[in-house]
């Protein structure tokens, strides 16, 4: 099973950027998506989540009417897109998925994906 995250990279305040995650070796539509970030320094928050019945989504409060979640089971991506980017949402991302039907972040992660690099210049 691998997760693989890609589309950081250096972005000025006000852009946008999409984030997906791939993944292989799983039955996608039956995992619980979540996108995490960890800035330098600091410990890992939730950033967004996907149920994977239902597609309900969750939101930290920083990153709500920014950020929006989706999923493709097609094509077993998650993606994170990213408007209206800020200094202090420069961070490492990760995918993780759960089996459990929740956007809890709080859940059980069966696995992580390696992270991307977002940087958001002021």
């Known amino acids: 099973v691998q997760l693989q995250a890609f589309g950081g990279g250096l972005v000025q305040a006000g852009g946008s950027l999409r984030l997906s995650c791939t993944a292989s070796g799983l039955t996608f539509s039956r995992y619980s998506l979540f996108w995490f970030r960890q800035a330098p320094g600091k410990e890992r928050e939730f950033v967004a989540a996907i149920r994977w019945y239902g597609a309900s989504t969750n939101y930290a409060g920083s990153v709500k009417g920014r950020f929006t979640i989706s999923r493709d089971n097609a094509k077993n991506t998650v993606y994170l897109q990213m408007n209206s980017l800020k200094p202090e949402d420069t961070a490492v991302y990760y995918c993780a998925a759960t089996l459990q039907s929740t956007t809890n972040w709080r ?10 690099l977002v940087t958001v210049s002021s």
Request: hydrophobic content about 30%; aromatic content about 40%; cysteine-free.
């Open 107 to 116: 859940a059980r992660f069966y696995y992580w994906g390696q992270g991307t």
